[in-house]
């Protein structure tokens, strides 16, 4: 009932937003709810995570709904994608009984600098929001130490690791595993790769917004 109620909102808000260009039931089911679901662990249940460039909620409202005790915070830094969330969160959430979630408007670099979030997540999750070593900066300092980053991504993941080992070591980083995944009726080279954070992140980091991005850590 949950993931029926959020498919509905999801696809009645695109009507006047753009949220997503996916929109068929099936699609919808195996394309963002299933492959949310990829990152889930039977640890998260009372623990904390934080889903950073959430945009409609994935895999962070998905990974609510499977996992109620999971304490979740979305953060994006576009408002009217947490509008739709906040709409959300009032039918799924709390009509459906749903506790311990929360949305944060604001850029990941500079979630990764206030006290508030900084190193204060058991687990942080980002789905198709830049290449490792860009993502590495937002992700890392929002997680605790002996916490675990875990990035949904898709083809070019080998790629992405060897290019993103260097930033995700800076950051205090260990890549654990990169594990094919493959969703109902593709064949479209997904993978989860999970990142033990080891150390604390460097103060000097995340920099100023658009600096990663710009300026990836570890590039040649």
Not at 36 to 57: C, F, I, R
Not at 105 to 112: K, M, S, Y
Not at 159 to 180: C, D, F, M, R
């Amino acid at each position: 009932e949950q993931f029926s109620r959020y498919y509905e909102l999801l696809v009645e808000t695109n009507k006047v937003m753009n949220l997503t260009a996916i929109t068929e039931p099936e699609e919808v089911a195996v394309k963002h709810m299933v492959d949310s679901l990829l990152a889930y662990e039977a640890e998260m249940a009372g623990k904390t995570l934080a889903d950073v460039g959430t945009g409609a909620g994935f895999p962070g409202v998905p990974l609510k709904i499977y996992c109620p005790e999971l304490k979740v915070t979305l953060i994006d830094s576009l408002g009217k994608r947490l509008r739709f969330l906040l709409r959300s969160f009032q039918y799924v959430v709390v009509n459906l009984g749903l506790k311990g979630i929360r949305c944060e408007h604001l850029r990941a670099e500079d979630a990764g600098r206030d006290k508030k979030h900084r190193e204060k997540y058991d687990y942080v999750t980002a789905r198709a929001v830049a290449r490792l070593s860009v993502l590495s900066e937002y992700c890392l300092p929002l997680a605790k130490k002996d916490g675990q980053f875990i990035a949904l991504k898709g083809s070019k993941f080998a790629e992405e690791i060897t290019e993103g080992e260097a930033a995700v070591k800076i950051l205090g980083g260990k890549i654990l595993s990169a594990e094919p995944v493959k969703l109902p009726g593709l064949d479209d080279g997904r993978a989860i790769i999970k990142i033990a954070k080891i150390k604390s992140t460097p103060a000097q980091y995340p920099r100023k917004a658009g600096t990663p991005e710009k300026q990836p850590l570890g590039a040649k």
